[in-house]
């Protein structure tokens, strides 16, 4: 969640104290249908969503990603995915799933995530 001076109320996040309000960002696989795309993994670092969603959808969803802690519509910049790597790329809700590699997995992102509000 974000407040309104852009704080995070997260602070196992990277991005925690960091007030960045951009909508920039990145994300993961995504299959194009039609006018829609189809993402099935986390924007920033790649694990993969509980269920498939419309770009639209996750970007307003404020969801927050387990792996990586990004809340989605807030978080999901360019600058959130280095400082996470930058910090080790922790872990955010729980556990890791067993054999868990973060290298693999940012396989699945999208390095060149950018929310241009005006396309939408």
């Known amino acids: 969640m974000r ?3 852009g704080y995070s109320l997260y602070p196992n996040s990277p991005w925690a104290g960091i007030g960045d309000t ?3 960002g990145h994300t993961v696989d995504s299959m194009d249908e039609g ?4 993402i099935t993994h986390c924007p920033i670092c790649g694990y993969p969503l509980a269920e498939p ?3 639209k959808t996750l970007m307003f969803s404020f969801s927050i990603c387990d792996c990586c802690g990004c ?3 807030a978080d ?4 959130y995915r280095e400082a996470w790597l930058r910090n080790g790329a922790p872990w955010f809700n729980g556990n890791p799933p067993p054999g868990w590699d973060y290298n693999k997995q940012l396989k699945h992102a999208q ?3 950018n929310i241009d509000i005006e396309q939408l």
Do not use: C, F, R, V
């Open 3 to 5: 407040l309104t001076n």
């Open 111 to 113: 390095m060149d995530w």
């Open 71 to 73: 809340e989605y519509g």
């Open 22 to 24: 951009s909508l920039a």
């Open 53 to 55: 969603m419309l770009k």
């Open 76 to 79: 999901d910049t360019p600058l």
């Open 35 to 38: 006018d829609h795309i189809l």
